[in-house]
């Protein structure tokens, strides 16, 4: 269920609050291990140099509060950060949360051109 942000900032703990009010969404990337595909050409597009195995990716958005808002369908291990945000559909989504709200995810999650175009922050 995709909140709307002032469901969001109603929830957003004290200690979150304090360092990071404006937080909307919290967005990873996370990869499962899956089997090696018989076929070479899905062999190198599930291939993942970061785990150095085949596997699946997915994208999950996670409010504030803790609660899962977003998860997406699962896409080849090999396919980057910014081309699943572009798949996943998230960033549809992210088009209902008022501009200047944060986007928070990890150093090396590169979607900051993404947010910019919808006058969000990362």
Avoid: C
């Avoid at 945000?85 to 989504?93: E, H």
């Avoid at 986007?103 to 922050?121: C, P, S, T």
Wanted: glycine share 6%; hydrophobic share 40%; proline share 7%.
């Amino acid at each position: 269920m995709w909140p709307a942000w002032e469901d969001v900032e109603k929830s957003i703990p004290q200690s979150f609050r304090v360092a990071y009010p404006d937080t909307f969404i919290i967005l990873d990337a996370t990869e499962l291990r899956s089997e090696v595909p018989s076929a070479l050409d899905l062999q190198s597009g599930n291939y993942s140099v970061y785990k150095s195995h085949t596997t699946v990716k997915g994208l999950v958005g996670i409010a504030p509060n803790g609660a899962f808002t977003f998860v997406s369908h699962l896409y080849t291990g090999g396919i980057s950060d910014p081309e699943l945000t572009i798949r996943s559909s998230v960033l549809k989504l992210l088009e209902s949360v008022p501009p200047g709200k944060n986007v928070m995810a990890n150093r090396g999650f590169d979607i900051q051109d993404l947010l910019v175009k919808q006058q969000l922050l990362l």
